[in-house]
């Protein structure tokens, strides 16, 4: 019987092992941000209500941004172009804002996929696929995509042909990147309002494909 | 001297401390440019908040099997952002 524990102090009422809790002291970063939030609210050069709007500004944003533009981009073959050649003002021309970062995106083919990594730090595309993955984030992610792509895509269930080739892309500096997946076989009649509910966060990050694909 | 795209390239060896954009697995190899993002102001400098000088930033093509030779599939390429400061122009 999965509950019928004997190291009683460990678990909790419902038989499951308790999880650390998450309440350790503030880290030194942490402190002076605070400090400095503090500082500049007193000054009078932030509001708290300002603050707060950025913070709703960023929990605002979500894949679906992202998911809006690949499927615009399956079913408008114009915008497409306009999108491989200068991703920021594409992404510009269907509203959404995303500041002065500027934008990449890379095309899945029959014959080329594309995996997207920043080893440095955890550079994302926020403005289109809202905040990354805890996994994004991570040293094992980030250099293990760059070390041994192939093996990291298949623990994401993508397992790819020898005669596809893989394209890295590390955002070392100033670009931003998206995925523009292959549009799945046998959606000609969806259209782009259907074909972006196909569209997952992982397929425009690389490491996964668009439902039904 | 802006490098045209199909340039080939080689990242220079240096470790300066601090934030730097060039990761060190990309330092000593050669790639070729894939395209000319145009000028931007050095993040180097910007992350410390002194004048910044606009540098050229190429995004740089390399090859899987010369960056790591036990690679599984060495024709894969890695494509990187490189500002003309991290290139080594008198590399051959």
């Excluded at chain 1, 009078?44 to 960023?58: C, K, N, V």
């Excluded at chain 2, 190899?29 to 000319?36: F, L, N, P």
Aim: net charge negative; glycine share 6%; with cysteine.
């Amino acid at each position: 019987m999965p509950h019928d524990h004997h190291d009683h102090d460990h678990l909790s009422p419902s038989g499951h092992p308790y999880r650390k809790d998450n309440d350790g002291a503030l880290s030194y970063w942490q402190t002076m941000e605070v400090a400095i939030r503090e500082l500049m609210v007193e000054k009078g050069e932030l509001t708290p209500a300002q603050i707060q709007a950025q913070i709703d500004a960023m929990d605002a944003r979500s894949p679906a941004n992202g998911a809006a533009v690949v499927a615009r981009a399956w079913t408008d073959p114009e915008f497409k172009a306009r999108l491989l050649a200068n991703g920021s003002d594409a992404a510009r021309e269907m509203g959404f804002d995303i500041g002065p970062m500027h934008l990449v995106a890379v095309e899945n083919t029959e014959d080329t996929h594309n995996l997207i990594v920043c080893t440095l730090c955890s550079c994302y595309p926020r403005n289109l696929l809202g905040l990354p993955p805890d996994w994004y984030k991570t040293r094992e992610y980030r250099s293990r995509a760059v070390r041994e792509p192939r093996a990291v895509l298949r623990e994401f269930g993508v397992d790819l042909p020898a005669d596809v080739t893989l394209r890295v892309h590390d955002s070392t500096a100033d670009m931003r990147y998206i995925v523009l997946p292959a549009r799945p076989a046998g959606t000609e009649n969806l259209d782009a309002t259907a074909l972006a509910k196909l569209v997952t966060r992982d397929s425009m990050i690389g490491t996964g494909l668009p439902k039904g694909a | 001297m802006t490098l045209p795209v199909g340039a080939s390239v080689r990242i220079k060896t240096m470790s300066p401390l601090g934030h730097i954009r060039t990761p060190k697995y990309l330092r000593g190899k050669t790639g070729v440019v894939e395209r000319v993002l145009g000028p931007f102001n050095n993040p180097e400098q910007l992350a410390y908040m002194v004048p910044a000088t606009p540098r050229t930033l190429y995004r740089v093509r390399f090859e899987m099997g010369h960056i790591w030779p036990d690679a599984e599939a060495p024709q894969d390429t890695l494509d990187a952002e490189i500002y003309e400061h991290w290139i080594d122009q008198d590399a051959p």
